[in-house]
């Protein structure tokens, strides 16, 4: 369901969380931006945490799912007690872009410096994706995931990629784009998407890991979007306290 801000305050307002749409400091130059995008929140249309997620279209700062730091950033909380979208059991906070593009069609490009702050109990988070529009648009295409597994060290992780292998029949291809990538610490990632296929780049103190994989025919001409966040792979819960947590210090799409 796609509702506007203002409709979103009204009925979120008067509950427990609250909505701010404040676009926080006045230095605008320093804030990463909302523009171009739409925002997929963790609660229904009437702000509970249950039931069919809503769509915040244009994006705003709507708390406490997504926030405005002193410096400009953006931090994203998704609980594991929230809606969802008919297509997913994993409440999510995340930006879905709004500039639609036909896969193997010119050159795409998402780029994103965040900062891993909490993972939820399934230890994974999807943090940028390109996924089916139209007719497809149930369908992920590429996914980058920040994930914690029994390998890394206790407080880091690895960022990973899962490509669908065709938009009708189940099946991905998995990588691991770069190991040893610390929580509470800054690293940045960037998807490209060409005639040819996919290039993504992800770095973290000074290390830089890369994967570059085709474009199956299968997807050519589709339509297809960026979407970037918190994604978080927990199916939905009662807990109080899981969930995932992420701040954005900079973001471009292209």
Do not use: C
Not at 20 to 40: D, H, I, K, Y
Not at 89 to 102: G, I, Q
Not at 119 to 124: E, G, H, I, R
Not at 224 to 247: C, H, I
Request: net charge positive.
């Amino acid at each position: 369901m796609v509702i506007g801000v203002a409709a979103v305050a009204a009925v979120l307002g008067a509950g427990v969380w609250g909505v701010a749409t404040a676009q926080g400091p006045a230095n605008a130059a320093t804030s990463v931006s909302l523009s171009g995008f739409r925002l997929t929140l963790p609660v229904d249309s009437a702000g509970k945490q249950s039931g069919a997620s809503t769509t915040v279209s244009p994006a705003k700062v709507t708390a406490p799912w997504l926030t405005r730091e002193a410096d400009g950033s953006l931090t994203f909380f998704a609980p594991t007690k929230g809606a969802h979208t008919p297509n997913s059991p994993h409440p999510r906070t995340e930006l879905v872009s709004d500039n639609d593009f036909n896969a193997g069609s010119g050159t795409h490009t998402l780029t994103a410096t965040m900062v891993m702050k909490q993972l939820p109990s399934a230890q994974d988070i999807i943090i940028g994706q390109i996924h089916g529009g139209g007719p497809i648009s149930s369908v992920p295409l590429l996914m980058l995931h920040y994930r914690h597994t029994s390998a890394d060290a206790a407080n880091s992780g690895r960022v990973t990629l899962t490509v669908r292998k065709n938009p009708t029949v189940p099946g991905s291809d998995l990588s691991t784009v770069l190991t040893n990538v610390p929580m509470n610490a800054a690293f940045s990632y960037t998807i490209t998407e060409n005639a040819t296929g996919f290039t993504v780049t992800a770095t973290s103190n000074g290390k830089t890991g890369k994967q570059t994989v085709p474009l199956n025919s299968s997807f050519k001409g589709k339509d297809v979007r960026f979407q970037v966040g918190d994604y978080q792979q927990t199916p939905a819960n009662d807990s109080p306290t899981d969930g995932g947590r992420l701040t954005i210090k900079a973001l471009t799409q292209s």
